[in-house]
Nanobody, 119 residues
Framework: QVQLVESGGGLVQAGGSLRLSCAAS????????MRWYRQAPGKQRELVAG???????NYGDSVKGRFTISRDNAKNTVYLQMNSLKPEDTAVYYC?????????????WGQGTQVTVSS
């Protein structure tokens, strides 16, 4: 089994910064993509940013230029540096990882961490 544990959420004023972390543990042979999604109340879950094991990165349009995704492959950890936060960034942020456990590749999700940006 694989577990993803997120940390770093909280309450911040508009214009501020937060850094999210997500550590994967368990039966992991390799991790392909690691991604951050978010879901605001009444809205669909949307992709925030993703990074592959090779370092290819993509961002959602609404966060380009403000958020930076990175990963530490040795620690099976992905980070999301969020700068210039806006009230519309308020959401529950979820970590996702595509993990090869030795016999199959599956998607795993964290429990989510709340980010609230006050105006």
């Amino acid at each position: 089994q694989v577990q993803l544990v997120e940390s770093g959420g909280g309450l911040v004023q508009a214009g501020g910064s937060l850094r999210l972390s997500c550590a994967a543990s368990g039966r992991i042979l390799s991790i392909n993509a690691m991604r951050w999604y978010r879901q605001a109340p009444g809205k669909q879950r949307e992709l925030v940013a993703g990074i592959t094991s090779g370092g290819s990165i993509n961002y959602g349009d609404s966060v380009k230029g403000r958020f930076t995704i990175s990963r530490d492959n040795a620690k099976n950890t992905v980070y999301l540096q969020m700068n210039s936060l806006k009230p519309e960034d308020t959401a529950v942020y979820y970590c996702n990882a595509v993990v090869f456990t030795g016999w199959r590749t599956s998607d795993y999700w964290g429990q989510g961490t709340q980010v609230t940006v006050s105006s």
